[in-house]
């Protein structure tokens, strides 16, 4: 809901770049004035995968989609990206068969996805329809950028790690903004109060708190485990954006949601009792 704020009255790429941007900077100059040790070119390759998969492909595809589609339903749609998650583990790093409960939930999840994307037809068209094909985009570029990111060579400090990235993500999106024609449509003086503290809330809150959490959290335990907050967002935003967007759901994204969510929940029960039962 901060980014649908945000770029009410900022385009979109330069928004991101900005806030990428700031959130970057500011850790990289803490962590190098506490003596934190600067990575090297191979480091910095890592930080330009990592930071253009995650930042550039799935946040800003995200971005881009909440030009058109409500801020609720983008979260829903993110919310699959535990789906993902056992796919790509499955295909492409070749980590286990899923199991039957698994299998299930991929299915139910797919499902889900392809009734909101279809809903979407009820709304506006084909300017809607670009936007859910995009969010679905965003999420699975979100759990192959996550799965790739563990395996990459990163500074010993993780929040250096995290600051690379967001500078990398910041540069992406300032090209594209710029190739977008984005630079011609900033004018400062239309720029709202609530676009501001939204960016605000999204260099402190999403950045460098929320996005610096999730990168630690992948290095650090399972992405099973870590793909949790896919319970809690869809209903977070959904609540919220009712109660400070005017947002609504329809009857059929009510029932894709639904199916999302259970999909999920399928995944994450059984592969948390799968490494409870190896440990």
Known sequence: MAMKFAIETLPPYIMLASRFGLAGAIMYMILRLNKAEAPT?????????TGGILLFLSTGSVTLAET???????????????LWMVFFQWTIFKQGTPGIWTSLGLILGFIGVAVLVNS?????????????????????MWA???????????????????????LFGAFFCFIAGVLKGEASDINIANFSARSMLAVLYLIVFGS????????????????????????????????????????TLNMQEIIAVFIILTAVIAIIKENSKIKKSGS
Request: glycine share 8%; charged share 10%; proline share 5%.
């Open 41 to 49: 070119k191979k480091q910095w390759r890592s930080a330009a995968i």
């Open 68 to 82: 058109v589609v409500p801020s609720n339903i983008a979260a829903a749609v993110v919310a699959g990206v535990p």
């Open 120 to 140: 979407s037809g009820s709304k506006e068209g084909a300017s809607a329809l670009w936007g859910y094909l995009l969010l679905v985009f965003s999420s699975a």
């Open 144 to 166: 192959l950028g996550s799965l790739i990111s563990r395996v990459l060579d990163t500074p010993k400090s993780q929040f250096m790690a995290i600051s690379t990235q967001m």
């Open 208 to 247: 460098i708190v929320g996005y610096g959490s999730y990168i630690w959290l992948l290095r650090n335990t399972s992405p099973t485990l870590v793909s949790t907050y896919a319970y809690v967002n869809p209903v977070v935003a959904i609540l919220m954006g009712w109660a400070l967007a005017g947002e």
